[in-house]
């Protein structure tokens, strides 16, 4: 319950009360949920949402209704209920692996940083095999607000969940209520017939099972596919075998527009679009774009995906100089005023604005081009003020007492991170099939791969290739320390080598989700 921390305006009972009470109130609460799961049914009074309208970007028109999200307010308990249901089918459908490995979005390892590495990494071999390469982004038209409930019960019955559990989800989707609240005008409430609700805890889980046939189809015409749930990525070899490649990107895009209508999903033609990535010329045109899906979308020479930049080279320049650039204007105005804030606020302020967007899918900045590695505006040459209010350009020994590291280090922290969480090559290769590896004889070669033409190798793979070897090289042997969890920050208490070594041992997985544990 103290995880979270809003409600519905239509609560009884404000949700600070229901945190600060929680001693007294959980106890019955606890009774609610439990006798919900027995009886497989969702409380009526939950299922009305106040909708808040807000702005998909801060630029767009306000006069277009179509820029906006609606964000369901729900009320407290049902937001606690569905975390609870949520926990225990996000770790049914990982443990049966029933998610496809391509779809990164709201699973635990998994973020919008994974899906632009997969996409990334799929080019920059593709690339360094001297093709030629087609990012083509899809989006979909309000795609939570149009699932239609019975398709999404039998993708949920044919995952394995069945009897009560399948029932309490079908409770949970019918019958549902909304308004929209622009305090303090209120519509009048609205029935739904489909649709998830944004803003629900739950919501994104039931959505990824809905969008699970897709990469299936994709690879049945041998399109590369990467998702992070509404939004999906095709790569796709334009020069390796130009014919075979138009009949796969056109067969392949009908299949997919004709499965998203049968699923009641809206294909959006023109937010479509198109990056041709290579150093030889291709023989994109019009023609390579199924006629059902016309108009043809222009080839750009940069495209935003999942809020990064990616250009048509790969050089991550646009995306560099945005970051750089908010980072400094955001720098003038903090050194500005930090005489006045105290030392913590200025720490949290400072990776507020500033940490956090350096740190957004800077995974992907490992090897940039190597003229934006030497120019001021370079992330790796914005340094974050001092909390401590020392002078601009002084020295800052005591980064490391802040637990602060060079942007540098900030990525090689995070591919190690990935590398550990989701393997050296993403979606393909994961490490746990790699530990083993370890202890083999000091001669063999762990997480070998060829020497590349053209682009850098995998910074990942080598990065782990150094530490698997340090522990053979030294003779080291697994201390007890090494296998323990310890209960400290993982990047204060472990070391990379730590990391390698430490192993995870899974419980079978369950073959079928019947019902739903209580509290």
């Not at 009641?264 to 059902?292: F, H, M, Q, Y």
């Amino acid at each position: 319950m103290n995880s979270i921390h809003s409600g519905s305006p239509t609560d009884s009972c404000p949700h600070h009360v229901f945190n600060k009470a929680d001693a007294t109130i959980a106890p019955k609460l606890r009774k609610i949920i439990n006798l919900s799961f027995n009886t497989a049914t969702f409380p009526d009074s939950w299922k009305h949402a106040e909708i808040q309208p807000l702005l998909k970007k801060p630029k767009a028109d306000p006069n277009d209704l179509k820029n906006f999200r609606p964000i369901s307010l729900l009320p407290f308990p049902a937001k606690v209920i569905e975390k609870i249901v949520n926990a225990q089918l996000a770790h049914f459908l990982e443990d049966n692996s029933i998610l496809d490995p391509s779809q990164s979005g709201f699973r635990r390892n998994h973020s919008t940083e994974t899906a632009l590495l997969a996409a990334t990494d799929d080019i920059r071999q593709q690339m360094d095999n001297g093709e030629t390469s087609a990012l083509i982004l899809l989006d979909l038209s309000a795609a939570f607000d149009t699932v239609c409930h019975r398709t999404l019960l039998t993708r949920l019955h044919e995952a394995g969940i069945q009897d009560k559990a399948l029932n309490w989800i079908s409770s949970f989707l019918s019958d549902r209520t909304q308004r929209v609240r622009l305090s303090p005008f209120r519509s009048k409430a609205t029935n739904l017939i489909c649709g998830v609700p944004q803003g629900s805890s739950l919501s994104p889980t039931l959505f990824n099972v809905y969008m699970a046939p897709l990469a299936q189809l994709a690879r049945q015409h041998n399109l590369s596919i990467i998702s992070y749930a509404n939004d999906t990525q095709l790569v796709l070899s334009l020069t390796k075998d130009p014919l075979t490649a138009k009949t796969n990107l056109h067969e392949g895009l009908k299949s997919i527009a004709e499965w998203m209508s049968n699923s009641r999903l809206k294909l959006s033609s023109n937010k479509t679009e198109v990056l041709i990535l290579g150093r030889t010329p291709s023989a994109w045109n019009d023609s390579w774009w199924p006629t059902a899906l016309r108009p043809p979308p222009t080839p750009a020479s940069h495209a935003r995906n999942l809020g990064f930049v990616l250009d048509s080279a790969l050089t991550m320049s646009k995306q560099i100089n945005a970051i750089s650039s908010s980072c400094f204007n955001t720098l003038r105005m903090l050194r500005r005023i930090f005489k006045w804030i105290p030392t913590g606020t200025r720490k949290t302020v400072t990776q507020a604005l500033v940490s956090s967007r350096l740190d957004y899918s800077n995974a992907l900045h490992r090897h940039p081009n190597e003229r934006h590695q030497t120019t001021p505006t370079h992330p790796e040459h914005i340094r974050p003020p001092d909390p401590r209010h020392t002078p601009p350009m002084s020295h800052l020994p005591h980064l490391k007492d802040l637990h602060w590291l060079p942007v540098e280090k900030r990525i090689t922290f995070k591919l190690l991170t990935h590398a550990r969480t989701q393997g050296t090559t993403q979606h393909r290769t994961h490490l746990p099939e790699h530990q083993t590896q370890l202890l083999r004889p000091h001669t063999s070669t762990p997480l070998c791969q060829p020497r590349p033409r053209h682009r850098p190798p995998n910074p990942a793979q080598d990065l782990w290739r150094q530490i698997l070897l340090l522990p053979r090289r030294q003779d080291l042997e697994l201390s007890p320390h090494l296998t323990t969890p310890d209960p400290g920050p993982p990047h204060l208490q472990e070391t990379p080598q730590d990391m390698a070594l430490r192993t995870l041992a899974a419980p079978p997985p369950p073959q079928r989700l019947e019902t739903l544990s209580g509290t």
